[in-house]
């Protein structure tokens, strides 16, 4: 049984942060569940391009709003508390937080935990880091 509160996990190495989001990480690949979870808040007007070029996604807001925009096809989701979406076809994409937005992602494979996105707004691969 594994049991994890926030609070043990601000401040430490499973908070990763960049200028746009802060991900607080509850599960990760050394868990050994085979999927990462984190609780995420992305930061009031900024705008995050994003491909999962290696991994599956899905959210569930819990707070705040965004937009979603995907590339291939200009697409525009609006995400409020109660929306979960899922990106299971690798889609590039922004993610607009019109709000604080906050939301509990889930990740297959499992992330590490010290990910951020590339230029080309890639988690890598744990091999392709090296």
């Known amino acids: 049984m594994n049991v994890v509160k926030l609070e043990d996990l601000i401040g430490t ?3 990763v942060k960049d200028d746009n989001w ?3 990480r509850f599960l990760l690949k050394d868990d050994n ?3 990462s979870l984190h609780d995420t808040v992305l930061y ?3 705008e995050t391009y994003i491909w999962y070029k290696h991994h599956i996604e899905a959210v569930y ?5 965004a937009e979603i925009e995907t590339l291939k096809d200009g697409k525009k989701y609006q995400i409020k508390p109660g929306t979960m ?3 299971d076809g690798h889609e590039k994409h922004y993610l607009r937080a019109k709000t604080d937005f906050r939301v509990v992602c889930v990740f297959n494979p499992a992330l590490v935990g010290n990910e951020v996105h590339d230029e080309e707004g890639v988690y890598r691969l744990p091999e392709e880091s090296k």
Do not use: D, P, Q
């Not at 807001?61 to 709003?65: P, Q």
């Open 13 to 15: 190495e499973r908070e």
């Open 22 to 24: 802060k991900s607080r």
């Open 61 to 65: 807001c819990i707070e705040g709003e």
């Open 44 to 46: 009031a007007g900024t």
């Open 85 to 87: 979406y899922c990106l």
């Open 33 to 35: 569940v085979g999927f």
